[in-house]
T-cell receptor, first 115, second 115 residues
Framework: DVKVTQSSRYLVKRTGEKVFLECVQD?????MFWYRQDPGLGLRLIYF???????EKGDIPEGYSVSREKKERFSLILESASTNQTSMYLC??????????????FGNGTRLTVT | AQSVTQLGSHVSVSEGALVLLRCNYS??????LFWYVQYPNQGLQLLLK??????LVKGINGFEAEFKKSETSFHLTKPSAHMSDAAEYFC?????????????FGTGTLLAVQP
């Protein structure tokens, strides 16, 4: 079974702090994703990466950046946290093989509260 | 561009009753469609996926979905609800605008099962 591990289940940070959310997958997947989940809005894509050191913006990248220095690890960075970034953050991975047919495998999420 | 619409943010059924969760898609190309389930405080788990091999797709936990091109629908059903089915359900479509399989999610349907 694919395992996607997010390092923190709950985080509480102050406005203006720099925040790092970490995600590790153990299946050698090429693709990794960060989604944000809010009630009534579903999941929205923040950033994704299809290879080491490669990244592309999703639908809502403002206020976020990412880092992928190793294939198994994909980090989401909030440069200066704001209260409107309080949300559930979900990391996912998928293999390159299978193309558009490939489902995403999700971690358990990090619930971030910015006060 | 691809999108999905989930009708009904909350659905309540009695234990043993039919479960019907609605999803309509919009796609300019043949779609790849997915249903995910999210149990409380967990990530998303794949229920089933449609990849054009068969219009009736069977998934885990007794769920199935039928692809109807004429109705642009991919509704999720289960003949008899169980208390353990209480969760949030998301429909998703592959975004085929780039090389990476990004998923576009609906806003979710929260299923409650009454004893």
């Amino acid at each position: 079974d694919v395992k996607v591990t997010q390092s923190s289940r709950y985080l509480v940070k102050r406005t203006g702090e720099k925040v790092f959310l970490e995600c590790v997958q153990d299946m050698d997947h090429e693709n990794m994703f960060w989604y944000r989940q809010d009630p009534g809005l579903g999941l929205r894509l923040i950033y994704f990466s299809y290879d080491v050191k490669m990244k592309e913006k999703g639908d809502i990248p403002e206020g976020y950046s990412v880092s992928r220095e190793k294939k198994e690890r994909f980090s989401l960075i909030l440069e200066s946290a704001s209260t409107n970034q309080t949300s559930m953050y979900l990391c996912a991975s998928s293999p390159l093989t299978g193309g558009y047919n490939s489902p995403l495998h999700f971690g358990n999420g990090t619930r971030l509260t910015v006060t | 561009a691809q999108s999905v619409t989930q009708l009904g943010s909350h659905v309540s059924v009695s234990e043993g009753a039919l479960v019907l969760l609605r999803c309509n898609y919009s796609s300019s190309v043949p779609p790849y469609l997915f249903w995910y389930v999210q149990y409380p405080n967990q990530g998303l788990q794949l229920l089933l996926k449609y990849t054009s091999a068969a219009t009736l797709v069977k998934g885990i936990n007794g769920f199935e979905a039928e692809f109807k091109k004429s109705e642009t629908s991919f509704h999720l059903t289960k003949p008899s609800a169980h208390m353990s089915d209480a969760a949030e359900y998301f429909c998703a479509v592959s975004d085929r605008s780039g090389a990476t399989n990004k998923l576009i999610f609906g806003t979710g349907t929260l299923l409650a099962v009454q004893p």
